[in-house]
């Protein structure tokens, strides 16, 4: 099993970034999948998630309306596209799957993951 994020960087506030997890090793179609960030000295906390088939999304409130989660099953990938991005954004990005009922909001509940992706944001 392999969750592969890319497409973190250096930003400016304001800016936006997009995120990619691409799956491998397993069903991907078959599980929901989150995106989570740890900032220094802070605990992993939830960003957003998306329901196997993508018909249903969550996201934490501090990105709402910024953040857009999304997924392609056929190329095995999910997305995170970021805009209007903060300083407070600044963390490691990692991306997971879960196969419990929509939407889990938990990262110990979550079966995989990836090795995370570095966002930071320049005020």
């Known amino acids: 099993v392999q969750l592969q994020a890319s497409g973190g960087g250096l930003v400016q506030a304001g800016d936006s970034l997009r995120l990619s997890c691409a799956a491998s090793?397993?069903?991907?179609?078959?599980?929901?999948m989150g995106w989570f960030r740890q900032a220094p000295g802070k605990e992993r906390e939830f960003v957003a998630a998306?329901?196997?088939?993508?018909?249903?999304?969550y996201y934490a409130d501090s990105v709402k309306g910024r953040f857009t989660i999304s997924r392609d099953n056929a190329k095995n990938t999910v997305y995170l596209q970021m805009n209007t991005l903060k300083p407070e954004d600044t963390a490691v990005y990692y991306c997971?799957?879960?196969?419990?009922?929509?939407?889990?909001?938990?990262?110990?509940?979550?079966?995989?993951w990836g090795q995370g992706t570095l966002v930071t944001v320049s005020s």
């Open positions: 090793g397993f069903t991907f179609s078959s599980y929901a």
């Open positions: 998306i329901s196997w088939s993508g018909s249903t999304t």
């Open positions: 997971a799957a879960v196969d419990r009922p929509f939407p889990v909001l938990t990262p110990r509940q979550y079966r995989y």
